[in-house]
Structure formats: C-alpha cells, structure tokens
C-alpha cells in the first residue's frame, strides 16, 4: 500500500513539474513581462529599470526556478493591475469557486446514481428512457447557453432566483445547476453501465443463490464495485467543473477564480493567470490522487494486489 | 425417503429476435434426500438452466414454466423474490462452476461466508465467524482464521471452489446443486474436491444434484444420473444401469465415446464418435431431438413426441426403441 | 464547459425490438439534420436572403417572423448592427463544421498516433505518454486557450490548433487501450513471429482494427469541439467580429437577453441541435460499428 502511495506522489509530482514548466513558458511567450508592467507608454528607461527589478533580465531557467520556489512558499507576486499580492486575491476568490464546484458535483451525483442505479434495476422502463434522455440532452447542451436560458426563464420571468453577484446561496443555485448538469450524463451513464455489469455478473448470481435480500445485492455487493469508476471519474469531472467555472462564473458573475482568470487573462496580467492555472492544475492533481487512494480503499485488488 | 425435490414439466424459453429459444423442454425429475443425483450432458443441452430454474435465478431475459416445482413437499413455483431468497442459502444452496469470478472481489472471504449466516439465522457475528472457521476447516482449508481475513484474488481456484462449497454449507441446507463444481479447476484439485462433495454429502445427509459433462465424475459420485440431450432428458435410473445397460442411442454414443482402460480387449477399436451436431432448438421441435444424429432412427422418430419407455424400475428413456433392441445395439458395437 | 470521459459500454445491452428500431430510427433522423446542415453551410452563398456582413442600422433588431414589427425580408430577425440573423445563421454554420471537422481530424492525428504508441510498445513509452496526458488533463482548457490566443492573436487557424491542443486526449486513451487489448491477441503475435515490422503490424493490422472505435469517438468530439469554440468565441478568444459563429453571435446577444430574447434563442438552438445531432449519430454509429454483436 505504502509503494503504490509513493508512486502515486511520485507521479503526481513530475504532472505538476510539467505543467509548471509549460505554464512559464507561455506566459514567457506572451511578449516581454517588463512592459506589461511598466505599461505601454512607459520611457525605455522605466521598463529597463522594472526588467532588473523584477529579474526578467535573468535566463529563463533561473527564472522559472525562481518563481516555483516562491510558488512553494505560496507567494505568487503582485499582480500587475491590482494593488494585492496575488496570494490575497486568490484567497479571497477561492472558495467561492470550491463552493460551485462542490456543489455542482453533489448536484451531478445527486440526480445520476439514484437514476443510473434505477435505470440499470429496470432496463427499458420509463425511467431507463427518460434518464437516458438527460444524458443525450445534457451531452448536447452548451453550458453558457443553457445558463443564459436559465437566467431568463428563472431570473426574469419568474423571478425566483438572483441572476448576480455571490451575496447569498441562493445565487449558487443556477450556477451549480449549470454546471452540475454537464458531469451528470457521464456519471448517469457509467453508473447505468456499471450497474448492468455487476448485476450480471458471477459474484452477484452469488449473492442471489446465497438468498441476500435485494437491498443487500445492490447496495452492499454491487454497488461498491460500480463505484470506483465513479470515483474516479468524478475527480475527473471536478477538475473539468473548476477549468469550467471561468464560463458560468463569467455569466453570473461569481466573484470566484474563474471569474479573475478571465478578468486577468484580459488584462494580460501574467502572475495572476500563471498562478491560478497551477492552482487548478495542482487541484486537478491532488484530487485525482485522491481518487486513486479512495479507490484503493475501496478495492482490495489495488492495495494488495 | 421423503422427495426432497420434484421437478414437474419445467420449460425455459428465452426470447430471442429470431424465435424463441426452447433451453429446458418439459423436464420432470425428482431428487431423494440422502442421494447424490448427476446430470450429464454437453455443453448448452439445459443443465445448467435446470439448476438455475430450480432456484429461481435465471436472467431476467429467460422465462420460467413449470407444472409443479416442490422442495421439501411445498410447491414453491410461485414464491415471491423474498419468500424464495428466504429459502436460498438457508434450505438450498448453489456451487457454480467459476471460482474466479464467483465471489465478490471487494469483500473479504470472511465477510461473505459469514453474511449468510447472519442472514437467515441473525445473532451475533462472533458465532458466525466460528462457523466459518470451522467449516473452512471442515473443507480443507489450511490456516482458516487468516483465511477469513484474505480477499478473493488472494486465493488459488482450488481453494476458492472449497470456500465454495464452504459457503454453500453455512447453513446446513437440505439441497446443494452443484454446477459442474470442478470443471475450471486442474485435474488433481478435482479429484480432491469431488472426493471433498462426497465425504460432505455422506456426513451432513443432504440432497446433492451434480451437474457435469464428465461420464467418469458421474460414474464416480452419483447414485442416480439424469442423461440430458437438447434440453430434455433422454434417460435417467440408477448409475450402474445407466452405465451397464444404456438403452438411449444418446447414452450409448456417449459411452462408445470414452477412452477404453489399458487392460480391456478393445485397445485399438477406434474411439466413437457422434456425427452431426445438436439441433437449433429456436422454435417447436417436432419428435425427437437426436434423430438426426441416430443411427436407428426412422421415419416415426421425427413425427410425434417421444413417450418415456421403461427399462426398469426407475430405469426409463425416452425413445421408440424397445428395451432388447436398444441394448443389442449397444452390445453389437460394443463387441 | 465540460469533457465526458468516454465510456465504450454506455449503449444499453438489452436489445428489445422497440430499442433497436429507436436506434436506427435516431440515426436516420440524425442523419438527415446533419446532410441537411452540411448542404446548407455548403451552399451557403446560394441560400443566404443577405450577406451576413453588411450593417444596416435602421433596420436594428427587428425580430422574427410572427413577432409583432417584424420584417418579411428578415425571417429570423436582424441583429444589433442591422444584419440579417438568418444570414448570420447560415454562414455561422459554416465556421462550426469547418472548425468542429478540424479539430476532430487533427486532435484525432495526435491522439490516434500517441495511443497506437502507448498501447504497442509499452513500458517507459507508454509511461512518458500517459505523462504528457496526465499534463494535459490537468490543465484549465479556457484558461490556457486564451491565454494562448492572448500571446498568438486570434484566427481561425489559430483557434483550431488550440482547441486540438485539448481534444486529443480522449482519443489517446481509447486508442491505448484498444491496442493493447489488440497486442494481446494472436494475429500480432504471429505477425511479428514472421518478422513482420513494428510500422507494418501499426499501420497494417492493428489500426485497422480500430477504424470503427476511432470514427466513433470522432464524432462525438466533433461534437464537443463544436462547443468549446461557441464558448470561447462566446468569452471573446475564439472567432472574432465581425464573423458570424453562434458563440459570438451569443455574446453579442446577451445585453438583450430581457428585450430581444430571440437574439439569444435562435443561435443556442442551433448550436444545441447541431451538437445533439452529431452526438445521436455517433451513438447510432457505435451500435452499428462497435457494439455490433451485443444482444
């Protein structure tokens, strides 16, 4: 258990690497960092003197290790149009992001297990036909349209619901709604599947012959097999929601990292974009890994093996 | 002797896109407490759909049909799920044929041996986890406390087929069906493990049906044999008769077809065969389903049912043949 | 905007009449839409009432027909600048398939490529390669894209090569998986027992064996690249003004989202029906190509 934990780290640690370096290397593409600071109109002397005092004259390499040292401590510098430490900002904006993608996520689990688990019970019933309906529907649908729909149907014309701002959970409603609604036909549909396999299989023939009541078949046999695709899809699947969230963030206007990440890319403001990339990326990674040790717990093949 | 179970008129259909599949054709048999009975038959004649009828465990594509289905002198065709599961693992109990991939991979073996017990006797696990122990004991399992603890993948097939058996007997049941038990396993194991099902079936006093293709398991450990063809069964009676006396053309072909021991005077016959292949069984079949492939057959084989003929008592086949004329078949070849 | 990990078993197994006569009837219909979009981006300048750039700002956001003011010239109404919505539409179809069949091609090359690699070589290859995706799936697909458009400037060009750039990884992983399942089968095995080479086993035996799985999944990329780029011309980094793609289209249309709701609906649906067809028919595609025997 031990060895696979620390390959599982180990692995982990080299994605970030990568993506870290190819990150640098972007942002460093994106023309010289000096004058984005300086401004445009700034004298040759003022982006010379930003250029040394920022040590954007330094090779690259130097650069790069430079930046991941203070990233490792958590200073990710000063962003350049606003008077905060990047830190500050993404402190300030990163749970409000957290919170839709959690919520999001519990909302996809939330209508696709019960329905995968029920649809995979009774193939071919009505709820096998309309859940699968959700799924075609939701793999079709253009998140921001259907946002858009939303914010019209609920905001305006009934009223029930705020279109903007994160003052109160209710403006987490349609977002997470929005969001949530894209995982739900991956889950929905893996869930069906895994259902349907493990219902047909030996072990299960098993558990029948051996007089288990239903609910013990389902929820105590089958279950925990489907569930492990599921875990680590749904890992997946938030870190998808957190890439995702610059879009519904953008149209609600929640005032998460999403929200900042567009704002920022915007107005070229390099610290702010390099550091909340990795943040996503170091989320996306983390969560995988911890995908990968649920997983491990729940099946004994993986951790004995 | 009571009946422990009797089988009346059992039919299973599935329903296919081109017609409907007939797997179990009117199938009547009955099973003592106290004997071993084998079923015998290749592959896909509805063995195995019989024992998976019995217990009311087909796939929901498959449609069960039957005049009477009594276990213990109750009629328990038309259980509901609960009724029946309450008698499943408690009263009846099923081996299968792929250790590999019957038990659950994410649950210890300990865990499911004891969930059975806990299931239809309650109490306390601690008692259930003595059970287990000893009947892993009981089936030669070695070290069985660290057993408990250890997870499918962990084990060998031999020893996931006692864990089996093991699990089959948790609740003392008064019928195992044992569905070919030892074919997935290396030569060896199986002598073990049918060695193992006898002495078992010798000890606790319950009903075992046997299932195999294997004429020299069933010659070895049942006291009755079914012969099953295409779906129906073409001859059944005491194990000696069937193997000194067969009077179905099927039973004979299949004995013609085993390999002749080293000291008997037929070395050097060739090895039977059977022409032909089985019959699609989509659809009504019209007389019988091995004419075809008989080498007596004639025109009245294929017209009407085939009644049962009796040999003797409790010695019946299902064939047009006469008793004498079947057996000077057999006796003429075999010579 | 979010991926769908691609699960091969997602089409029901039970084959009751009713499901396989819906299947096919989806695949028809979905068929049907889609010829009937292709012929209709295809001719587009014969089929356009207007050309879809010019501005005419006395003729601003008349709405379509049956809404009261509208204008029989304009059927689908006219937008913020005065130019035909209709138009618009068409020629928008256009810009989704030329860059939706783009994508597919090229994220399918990479992806196609580094899965044959991973899946018949194995080892540190393989390693290296489920590296690079790992990297990949780690990264904020809006996030980078624009940032890579903010660095390279906007084009269409440019904006099929950076949604490619996050496409390919689901074939990659299909791919994988599929040769390696290949790999262990013996038609390879004997192959490379008469000293057939790595190229000619690659190329020769084993990709064509996953032709159906590849086209498949190409479709319902397509599908999603489709949407990326509505979203990221809807953010502004995707295909700029004045070209009519829906997403742009979207993102004009939202301040008017209360009064002239059309401007919103028209282009959505259209994405919406565009992707769903796509989607239906590679679905249909999978039952007939992949899942072929099952029931």
Redesign the interface.
């Known amino acids: 258990m031990l060895s696979f934990v620390f390959k599982r780290l180990f692995s982990a640690f080299l994605t970030l690497l990568l993506v870290s370096v190819f990150i640098f290397l972007l942002a460093h593409l994106a023309g010289d960092p000096a004058i984005a600071v300086a401004g445009k109109e700034s004298s040759a002397e003022d982006v010379e003197r930003i250029r040394v005092h920022y040590g954007f004259d330094r090779p690259l390499v130097e650069q790069y290790f430079a930046w991941c040292g203070r990233a490792l401590s958590g200073d990710f510098g000063r962003s350049y149009h606003y008077q905060q430490t990047v830190s500050d900002m993404l402190i300030a904006r990163l749970p409000i992001t957290l919170v839709l993608g959690v919520s999001a996520l519990g909302f996809a689990l939330l209508i696709s297990l019960p329905l995968g688990i029920f649809a995979a019970i009774r193939p071919d019933s009505l709820i096998d036909r309309i859940s699968l309906f959700i799924a075609v529907v939701g793999q079709a649908m253009p998140t921001f349209w259907f946002a858009l729909v939303m914010i019209v149907f609920f905001g305006v014309t009934l009223r029930w619901l705020p279109i903007s701002g994160n003052a109160s959970w209710q403006n987490f409603i349609m977002p997470t709604i929005a969001l949530g609604y894209f995982a739900t036909p991956t889950l929905m549909r893996l869930t069906r599947a895994g259902m349907i396999d493990a219902l047909?299989?030996?072990?299960i023939?098993?558990?029948?012959?051996?007089?288990?009541?239903?609910g013990?078949i389902l929820f105590k046999?089958a279950l925990?097999?489907v569930m492990i695709p599921i875990v680590s899809v749904s890992a997946v699947q938030f870190g998808s929601m957190l890439s995702g969230s610059i879009v519904i963030e953008q149209i609600f206007a929640l005032q998460g990292i999403g929200w900042l990440g567009y704002d920022a890319t915007v107005r070229f403001d390099l610290p702010v974009v390099q550091a909340i990339t990795l943040v996503i990326a170091v989320f996306y990674v983390f969560l995988t890994l911890a995908a990968d040790l649920l997983n491990a717990i729940?099946?004994?093949?993986i951790r004995?093996g | 002797m009571t009946r422990m179970l009797e089988v009346e008129q059992l039919n299973v259909r599935f329903s296919l896109?081109n017609g409907v599949l007939h797997a179990v054709r009117d199938v009547s048999f009955h099973v003592e407490s106290n004997e071993i009975l084998g079923i015998v038959g290749e592959s896909g004649c509805g063995k195995s759909m019989t024992a998976l009828a019995i217990?009311d465990?087909l796939?929901r594509?498959a449609k069960r049909q039957v005049s009477s289905l009594k276990f213990c002198e109750q009629e328990i065709a038309h259980l509901s799920?609960?009724k029946?599961?309450?008698?499943?693992?408690?009263r009846m109990?099923?081996i299968?044929q792929?250790p590999m991939?019957?038990?659950?991979?994410?649950?210890?073996i300990g865990d499911q041996l004891e969930?059975?017990y806990l299931?239809?006797r309650g109490g306390a696990r601690a008692e259930a986890r003595r059970r287990a122990v000893s009947l892993l004991d009981k089936v030669g399992i070695p070290a069985p406390e660290q057993r408990l603890r250890q997870?499918p993948?962990?084990l060998s097939g031999g020893l996931r087929q006692r864990v089996?058996i093991a699990?089959a007997l948790m609740c003392e049941p008064d019928l195992i069906i044992a569905d070919e038990p030892t074919t997935a396993l290396d030569v060896t194991i199986q002598a073990q493990v049918l060695a193992l099902l006898k002495q078992l079936q010798r000890e606790f006093g319950m009903a075992v049906i046997l299932i195999t293709h294997d004429l020299g398991v069933v010659a070895r450990m049942a006291d009755r044999v079914l012969v099953m063809y295409a779906g129906e069964i073409v001859e059944s009676g005491p194990t000696h008769e069937i193997f000194d006396n067969p009077c179905h053309p099927y039973t004979q072909g299949l004995l013609r077809c085993l390999p002749r021991t080293l000291d008997s005077k037929e070395i050097g016959v060739r090895l039977g065969t059977i022409p032909g292949v089985v019959p699609s069984l989509i659809g009504e079949t019209r007389g019988c389903a091995f004419a075809n492939r008989c080498p007596h057959a004639f025109d009245a084989c294929e017209q009407a049912t085939i009644q049962n003929a009796v040999s003797e008592a409790g010695h019946n086949y299902r064939c047009v043949l006469s008793v004498d004329q079947s057996l000077m078949h057999f006796r003429e070849t075999v010579e | 905007m979010m991926r769908q990990p691609l699960v091969l078993e997602m089409i029901p197994q039970?084959?009751g009449?009713a499901r396989?006569v819906l299947g096919n009837a989806s695949v028809l219909m979905s068929g049907a839409v889609l010829t009937v979009i292709l012929i209709v981006a295809i001719a587009a300048p014969l089929i356009a009432p207007h050309d879809p750039y010019v501005h005419d700002l006395s003729r601003r956001l008349l709405p379509p027909m049956l809404f009261e003011g509208h204008n029989a010239a304009h059927p689908l109404g006219t937008d913020p600048f005065g130019r035909d919505y209709l138009s618009r539409l068409i020629y928008g179809a256009r810009i989704s398939l030329v860059i939706g069949f783009s994508v597919m091609l090229i994220s399918g090359f990479i992806g196609t490529t580094l899965g044959l690699l991973a899946g018949y070589f194995g080892g540190r290859i393989d390693q290296f390669i489920m590296f690079v995706i790992n990297t990949r799936l780690a990264l904020p697909i809006f996030l980078v894209a624009m940032s890579i458009v903010v660095v390279f400037g906007p084009s269409i060009t440019g904006t099929i090569l950076t949604i490619s750039l996050f496409l390919w990884d689901r074939f990659a992983v299909v791919v994988r998986s599929a040769t390696q399942q290949a790999v262990s089968q013996d038609y390879v095995t004997a192959a490379r027992s008469i000293g057939c080479s790595n190229r000619y086993i690659l190329l020769g035996e084993i990709l064509p064996n996953l032709v159906n799985v590849v086209i498949v999944i190409g479709t319902i990329e397509m599908a999603y690249a489709i949407l990326v780029e509505a979203a990221l011309s809807f953010l502004g980094f995707g295909v700029q003004e004045p070209m009519p793609s829906w997403g742009l289209m979207l993102a004009q249309a939202r301040q008017y989202l209360f009064f002239d709701s059309w401007l919103v609906y028209i282009p959505g649906a259209a994405l919406f029906s565009l992707a769903l067809a796509i989607n239906l028919f590679g679905d249909g595609l999978r039952d007939l190509l992949v899942a072929g025997d099952r029931?």
Request: aromatic share 8%.
């Open positions: 047909e299989s030996d072990y023939r098993t558990a029948r012959a051996k007089g288990l009541s239903q013990s046999h925990r097999n729940l099946d004994p093949r004995i | 896109a217990m465990l796939s594509r799920f609960r029946m599961s309450k008698l499943r693992g408690d109990a099923m299968f792929e991939t019957s038990l659950n991979p994410v649950y210890s969930e059975v299931r239809h997870y993948h962990q089996m699990m | 039970s084959s009449l396989r029931g």
